[in-house]
Each structure stands twice: as structure tokens, then as C-alpha cells.
T-cell receptor, first 111, second 113 residues
Framework: EDQVTQSPEALRLQEGESSSLNCSYTVSGLRGLFWYRQDPGKGPEFLFTLYSAGEEKEKERLKATLTKKESFLHITAPKPEDSATYLCAVQGPSNTGKLIFGQGTTLQVKP | NAGVTQTPKFQVLKTGQSMTLQCAQDMNHEYMSWYRQDPGMGLRLIHYSVGAGITDQGEVPNGYNVSRSTTEDFPLRLLSAAPSQTSVYFC????????????FGSGTRLTVV
């Protein structure tokens, strides 16, 4: 059964304190791994797609990496506006658009 | 360009009532999906569609129906509402499902009493 597990559930950082969020996955034939950001009361917003082990993507203070079993979202020198819930999702081999989401990591960055 | 529009934003239903959650997108996206989001459960796929006239079940389809008569619209119907269907519902669409870059609506918060 395809499964996605994110850790930690919640993370509190001081502004400027770098850290990483983890996404472990089990899927038969990974077609893609995706990171989303969700602000309270809003729908998720797409951040990155990673297709194969070793791939990296960057956007401002965020950097996503992928191995054969997990993905990391590295946050460098975070700011309070980076506070949000970060969701990880995977898609299996069939191109049906079926995404399996993890439970998310809620990040709070204090000034 | 409105993106993905969901209506209503809030709804309270009595047990046994039926209703339709509306979802419309103006981006000519082929892939559309419905998710529900519950505390501690993450986003769970209810139904999805890869194009007009094509729908399939996701992870938690029981109690819900969908149809896709046009590319733009993907309504979700609750047949007989139950308290277990209290949740936040999100509709999402993508041009190419494999790229994972779905655009989500702002959600419908449904309470069943």
C-alpha cells in the first residue's frame, strides 16, 4: 500500500534558524514526489516536483531533495512568513493524477 | 483568470440531507480531483477525473458521487449526509497530472449535524 509519513508533526524555529522537514514514502514505482505549502484557511499551494533520486529543487529559502526512500525540505534562515503547513505527496506509476498525501508538518517561525 | 472556484465556502447540513459542492476551473485543465482534509488525517482523495466523461474512485469514495460532463466543472454530490462527512473539502486541477502541480481551490467547510 502506498504510504507517506512526514516528520516532525510540528516544528518551532527562531527566525534565521535553519532546519529540515522529512517525508518518508513507500510507493510501487514512484512517478513523482511533490511538496505543497498550506496557509491556515487556504488550499495547498504547489512548491516542487521531484522525479528521481538525487534530484534537487530550490525556491528562495526552500530546497527539496529526494532519495529512493525519502525527501527532505530544507529551510535556510527562515523568516516568520515561512510559517505554514508543508505537505508532501507522491504519485505512483499510473498517470491518473492520484496523489497520496502525508499528514503535513506545521512550521512556526518566531521573530 | 479565476483559477479553481469552489462554492459554497461554508455549509451546514442536517443528517440525511443531500447537496452538491461545486468546483469550476478556467485553466483548461484535464485533471481534476476532490479531497477531504480532516485533523490528523491529511488530505484524502475522494474522486478524480482525467478528462471530461472520465471519473474514478479515490481512497474514500463512499457516500460521494461525481460526474464530469465538461472540462471546466467537477461537482461533488453528497447523497445522504452523515456526521462523519464533516470536513473541509478541496477541489484541485492540473494540466498534466504527472507533474503534480495541482491548483487547489480555497475549500468548502462542511458541517453535518
Amino acid at each position: 500500500e502506498d504510504q507517506v509519513t512526514q516528520s516532525p508533526e510540528a516544528l518551532r524555529l527562531q527566525e534565521g534558524e535553519s532546519s529540515s522537514l522529512n517525508c518518508s514514502y513507500t510507493v510501487s514505482g514512484l512517478r513523482g514526489l511533490f511538496w505543497y505549502r498550506q496557509d491556515p484557511g487556504k488550499g495547498p499551494e504547489f512548491l516542487f516536483t521531484l522525479y528521481s533520486a538525487g534530484e534537487e529543487k530550490e525556491k528562495e529559502r526552500l530546497k527539496a531533495t529526494l532519495t529512493k526512500k525519502e525527501s527532505f525540505l530544507h529551510i535556510t534562515a527562515p523568516k516568520p512568513e515561512d510559517s505554514a503547513t508543508y505537505l508532501c505527496a507522491v504519485q505512483g506509476p499510473s498517470n491518473t493524477g492520484k496523489l497520496i498525501f502525508g499528514q503535513g508538518t506545521t512550521l512556526q517561525v518566531k521573530p | 483568470n479565476a483559477g479553481v472556484t469552489q462554492t459554497p465556502k461554508f455549509q451546514v447540513l442536517k443528517t440525511g440531507q443531500s447537496m452538491t459542492l461545486q468546483c469550476a476551473q478556467d485553466m483548461n485543465h484535464e485533471y481534476m480531483s476532490w479531497y477531504r482534509q480532516d485533523p490528523g488525517m491529511g488530505l484524502r482523495l475522494i474522486h478524480y477525473s482525467v478528462g471530461a466523461g472520465i471519473t474514478d474512485q479515490g481512497e474514500v469514495p463512499n457516500g460521494y458521487n461525481v460526474s464530469r460532463s465538461t472540462t471546466e466543472d467537477f461537482p461533488l454530490r453528497l447523497l445522504s449526509a452523515a456526521p462523519s462527512q464533516t470536513s473541509v473539502y478541496f477541489c484541485a486541477s492540473s494540466y498534466r497530472g504527472a507533474s503534480g502541480d495541482y491548483t487547489f481551490g480555497s475549500g468548502t467547510r462542511l458541517t453535518v449535524v
